[in-house]
């Protein structure tokens, strides 16, 4: 993606998230868009333009960008809120995914910050670790500004308290559950934003009226155990989406949610079953932490 230097964006962002229009005086002192293009009118406007730029991004591995059609990512981080004037951090990024779509999108006005669980000697986490080093290492003009840092699952903290507008979080919430370390990184992610914040979570959804210790291992969770887990930690339940929803998912698979794309635990057995489903049923769910703290019970 092209860096194209924004004059007056914070303050076109402020009028326009307060609902009132860019008077026309402010847009005129501004230079001339490129081509003659008509600036956006809004904050709303201007990030789905954004966004649309950075999928089409040719630095987007074809791997990932064949996986939009089950992971929706414009529609999910429109659902969240996120702009390219944000604070972003998020939670155990993986081999960099979102970190694709969101390091480039907040890399001129914003902050992209990946926190990756503190890697063993080997494993997982040393090689997802690895690989996102390596991913914003070669390309500077993307993810020259994305910051990565390390957190202990059992004491997490990600910076200086209340400084992120946003946390995000994809298909992670499992493996904290199946860790039991959900409870604290969920009052660090309340730690770490601003009142006001949002907390964005995806994850592979579970029927309705299961028993957690009945599905814990499968990867798939209860909508409203995850609800508990943010509420318990001080965030009120501000939406919930049906973008990655998958009403083929029956959710019974012989190796959990790994069954389906894009793990294939089973590999060539009935590969072509899994893959006619497509990836999981996932729950879309936005918290936001109270611009003042509940009063403490008495």
């Known amino acids: 993606m092209k860096r194209h230097v924004v004059f007056g964006l914070t303050a076109f962002l402020l009028a326009a998230c307060s609902g009132n229009s860019v ?7 501004q230079d001339q868009p490129v081509g003659g293009l008509v600036p956006p009118t809004s904050a709303s406007d201007f990030t789905s333009s954004q966004l649309d730029t950075v999928l089409a991004g040719s630095w987007r591995s074809e791997k990932n960008r064949a996986r939009d059609t089950y992971r929706h990512p414009k529609a999910t981080l429109q659902f969240f809120g996120v702009r390219p004037d944000l604070t972003v951090i998020e939670i155990t990024p993986g081999g960099g995914w979102y970190s694709e779509i969101l390091a ?15 890697p063993a000697d080997v494993g997982e986490a040393r090689q997802d670790a690895s690989g996102l080093h390596a991913k914003f290492a070669a390309d500077p003009a993307h993810y020259g ?3 990565i840092v390390e957190f202990d699952p059992k004491a997490p903290a990600f910076g200086k308290p209340g ?3 946003m946390v995000l979080t994809f298909r992670n919430v499992h493996n904290w559950v199946m860790a039991d370390t959900a409870p604290a990184m969920f ?3 309340y730690a770490a934003l601003r009142p006001g914040g949002v907390l964005g979570v995806v994850d592979h959804r579970a029927s309705e009226g299961v028993k957690l210790d009945a599905i814990k291992q499968s990867g798939y ?4 155990y995850v609800v508990k887990l943010a509420t318990d930690a001080g965030f009120k339940l501000d939406g919930e989406s049906e973008v990655n929803a998958n009403s083929k998912d029956t ?3 012989p190796k ?3 069954t389906l794309p894009p793990t294939l635990t089973l590999g060539d057995q009935d590969k072509a079953k899994y893959q006619a489903i497509g990836e999981s049923d996932r729950m879309t769910l936005r918290f936001v932490k109270p611009e003042t703290p509940a009063a403490a019970a008495h």
């Not at 008077?23 to 002192?29: I, K």
């Not at 480039?104 to 503190?118: E, F, R």
């Open 256 to 258: 959990g949610v790994w």
């Open 23 to 29: 008077p026309a005086s402010t847009l005129a002192a």
């Open 145 to 147: 500004k994305a910051q």
């Open 163 to 165: 400084a992120a507008d």
């Open 187 to 189: 009052k660090a992610f």
């Open 251 to 253: 959710k019974d698979y």
């Open 221 to 224: 969770l209860p909508t409203s």
């Open 104 to 118: 480039p999108l907040l890399q001129d006005n914003g902050s992209y910050i990946a926190a990756i669980q503190k």
